[in-house]
T-cell receptor, first 114, second 114 residues
Framework: EPEVTQTPSHQVTQMGQEVILRCVPI?????FYWYRQILGQKVEFLVSFYNNEISEKSEIFDDQFSVERPDGSNFTLKIRSTKLEDSAMYFCASSNDRNNEKLFFGSGTQLSVL | AQTVTQSQPEMSVQEAETVTLSCTYDTSENNYYLFWYKQPPSRQMILVIR??????QNATENRFSVNFQKAAKSFSLKISDSQLGDTAMYFCAFMKRGGNKLVFGAGTILRVKS
């Protein structure tokens, strides 16, 4: 079974620091996503990415966030200046079709901002 | 905007018994998809079952089946012959056809007891 790989599994950072979360989507997938889940809360959509550009982003995805697919295999989420409230589990997901008939999630990166 | 409501924060079931998890949603869209995801303690998101709104037949995947009532905007998940490994958080999710994002409910914690 192919899988989406996320690194690191845990990331601890100081408030105000930049952090980059890394994801390797499944190789033939074209649609890429980031979601986050604050502890005890629902999973929230952050951003979708297709054809090297953002397709849609949520209100959470403000100027502090950016995504990039730098080399055709990695898909990264950067938070420029982390805040305490950015502490959450961040999930990367990828799909081969727009209707997410098979949407695969990674195992997540737990980000803790101190 | 779409909303997804899971009114049962927690449920328990005896091993080998059947349990039904509830989900309702609100949308003005006519074409959409509904999903159930399982999140075990490892926190990975695993697709359990998917329903296309234009299909009247309820989706089934082995021990998992749904009761999709489009007019009532209801999408419940039935787990038959519950197993200890079914213990997890279950999320109901909505996506409009041609959309880019999943909208998740708050989740239901299911505990299967031996």
């Amino acid at each position: 079974e192919p899988e989406v790989t996320q690194t690191p599994s845990h990331q601890v950072t100081q408030m105000g620091q930049e952090v980059i979360l890394r994801c390797v989507p499944i190789s033939n997938h074209l649609y890429f996503y980031w979601y986050r889940q604050i502890l005890g809360q629902k999973v929230e959509f952050l951003v979708s990415f297709y054809n090297n550009e953002i397709s849609e982003k949520s209100e959470i995805f403000d100027d502090q966030f950016s995504v990039e697919r730098p080399d055709g295999s990695n898909f990264t989420l950067k938070i420029r200046s982390t805040k305490l409230e950015d502490s959450a589990m961040y999930f990367c997901a990828s799909s081969n079709d727009r209707n997410n008939e098979k949407l695969f999630f990674g195992s997540g990166t737990q980000l803790s901002v101190l | 905007a779409q909303t997804v409501t899971q009114s049962q924060p927690e449920m328990s079931v005896q091993e080998a018994e059947t349990v039904t998890l509830s989900c309702t949603y609100d949308t003005s869209e006519n074409n959409y998809y509904l999903f159930w995801y399982k999140q075990p303690p490892s926190r990975q998101m695993i697709l359990v079952i998917r329903q296309e709104a234009y299909k009247q037949q309820n989706a089934t995947e082995n021990r998992f089946s749904v009761n999709f009532q489009k007019a009532a905007k209801s999408f419940s998940l039935k787990i038959s012959d519950s197993q200890l490994g079914d213990t997890a958080m279950y999320f109901c999710a909505f996506m409009k056809r041609g959309g880019n994002k999943l909208v998740f409910g708050a989740g239901t914690i299911l505990r299967v007891k031996s």
